[in-house]
T-cell receptor
């Protein structure tokens, strides 16, 4: 089975712009979670989608949003980018959440200038 | 709220020696615990998990972890470390809201 894929792998944006990141889960997985990784804050949970519904959300401002499509693919959007949004954004998929193992993609490295 | 702590920022061992990466957890219910490893510029790779059952869990690449309920610990171990084990290791706990809460990570360096 193919693993979790994320596109693009690298992005450079300027402050005030918006960005959309994409995640394709492992085939058959219905839960997709997003995490932000920074040197200062470590790994922080953004949100989780299951069957096109946001099931849980972390403590991030409303500039961070996401969605999931009927084929379980997910996108996350960050509007009005700030310098502090520079991070590695990781997507993880699992069968249906709960006790299932989450498998991570390679991440998208976002740099905000 | 669930949380995990990794008390050591760095662990240095010689190749061939045992490797231990420490993790302690705090949960209100049953703990669902995970270990992941991250290589530079890569995503996280799953190593092993504890859901229920045997306290000694065996995982990928020769790693194992021991669940200790009384000490609320879930230490990762490898009997004989390799240089290629040098990476960043994360302990995580799954909470009731389906999200993973991660520790700060431990950088492991295995010297030849």
């Amino acid at each position: 089975k193919a693993g979790v894929t994320q596109t693009p792998r690298y992005l450079i944006k300027t402050r005030g712009q918006q960005v959309t990141l994409s995640c394709s889960p492992i085939s058959g997985h219905r839960s997709v979670s997003w995490y932000q990784q920074t040197p200062g804050q470590g790994l922080q949970f953004l949100f989780e989608y299951f069957s096109e519904t946001q099931r849980n959300k972390g403590n991030f401002p409303g500039r961070f949003s996401g969605r999931q499509f009927s084929n379980s693919r997910s996108e996350m959007n960050v509007s009005t980018l700030e310098l502090g949004d520079s991070a590695l954004y990781l997507c993880a998929s699992s069968l249906d959440g709960g006790k299932d193992t989450q498998y991570f993609g390679p991440g998208t490295r976002l740099t905000v200038l | 709220a669930q949380s995990v702590a990794q008390p050591e920022d760095q662990v240095n061992v010689a190749e061939g020696n045992p490797l231990t990466v420490k993790c302690t957890y705090s949960v209100s219910g049953n703990p669902y615990l995970f270990w992941y490893v991250q290589y530079p510029n890569r995503g996280l790779q799953f190593l092993l998990k504890y859901i229920t059952g045997d306290n000694l869990v065996k995982g990928s690449y020769g790693f194992e972890a021991e669940f200790n309920k009384s000490q609320t610990s879930f230490h990762l171990k490898k009997p004989s470390a390799l240089v290629s084990d040098s990476a960043l290791y994360f302990c995580a706990v799954r909470d009731d809201d389906y999200k993973l809460s991660f520790g700060a990570g431990t950088t492991v360096t295995v010297r030849a």
